[in-house]
């Protein structure tokens, strides 16, 4: 089955292009990109979208009175491209319970940290200033509060003495282009299943567990 994929986006859409790339490379299988959703005219991420025929649609936040207002808005464009699984792809604004609900378990997004760890804005600035030794990326499925939800996939790098702000993002970002397709593929296959705070890849437990006990199989799910 053909999943339907709606990417919301704020900016350069690097994330949106790695996953386009691998789609186009046949790594994602059964996918379809139904829109690109902006509240920023200018995204780059828009003309990404324009340059691979698929529908790019700015959503001005001055024309609505209120963020529910805004959201209902986007959930109305969702619904309409037949969308299955909602992008969160450098998308700068915080999503409304009534967004969330409306995709419970549908909506992924990817952050610049380790997750729990230097949610919000700067994540890589948090972590330099903060002085961690190890830094990374998180692809997860979103609750309504900020930059919160199951883990799927988290990637780590090192941070090197000397780093600032733009290298520490740079290396994160390299991360993020590995995480978020590979996060996307798994969703698409059916492979993910959310079981309270854990996301079990069956992939994994396939291939690890079901090997080590030599028992397991793919019937066992
Ligand atoms: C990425 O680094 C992404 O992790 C971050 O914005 C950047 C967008 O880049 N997202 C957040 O900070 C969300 N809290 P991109 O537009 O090139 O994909």
Same mark, same amino acid.
């Given at each position: 089955?053909?999943?339907?994929? %709606?990417? +919301? ?34 995204? *780059? ?5 324009? !340059?691979?025929?698929?529908?790019? /649609?700015?959503? &001005?936040?001055?024309?609505? %009175? ?15 491209? !037949?969308?299955?699984?909602? +992008? ?9 319970? $009534? ?19 230097? *949610? #919000?804005?700067?994540?890589?600035? =948090? ?6 030794? /190890?830094? @990374? ?7 309504? !509060? ?7 996939? =988290?990637?780590? /790098?090192?941070?090197?003495?000397? !780093?600032?702000? &733009? %290298? +520490?993002?740079?290396?994160? +970002? ?15 296959? #059916?492979?993910? $299943?959310?079981? @309270? ?22 019937? %066992?799910?």
């Amino acid at each position: 089955m053909t999943t339907n994929i %709606s990417v +919301l986006v704020s900016g350069r859409g690097s994330n949106f292009q790695s996953i386009l790339d691998a789609a186009a490379e046949g790594l994602i299988k059964d996918v379809n990109f139904a829109c690109v959703i902006s509240d920023k005219k200018e995204a *780059k991420a828009l003309e990404r979208a324009r !340059d691979n025929n698929i529908e790019a /649609v700015f959503v &001005d936040p001055k024309s609505f %009175s209120s963020r529910a207002e805004f959201d209902r808005e986007v959930i109305r464009i969702l619904k309409e491209h !037949d969308t299955d699984l909602v +992008l969160l792809a450098g998308y700068m604004r915080i999503i409304t319970e $009534e967004l969330v609900d409306a995709y419970a378990g549908k909506i992924m997004n990817i952050h610049p940290a380790l997750l729990p760890a230097f *949610k #919000g804005l700067h994540a890589q600035k =948090q972590a330099l200033d903060y002085g961690v030794k /190890v830094a @990374g990326c998180t692809v997860h499925f979103v609750e309504a !509060d900020l930059d919160a939800g199951p883990i799927i996939i =988290q990637r780590t /790098v090192p941070v090197l003495p000397g !780093d600032t702000e &733009d %290298s +520490l993002a740079d290396r994160i +970002l390299v991360e993020e282009h590995k995480a978020y397709p590979e996060a996307v593929r798994l969703f698409a296959e #059916g492979k993910l $299943e959310i079981r @309270g705070r854990n996301v079990i890849i069956k992939e994994w437990w396939k291939k690890i567990a079901g090997r080590k006990s030599g028992k397991k199989t793919a019937d %066992s799910w």
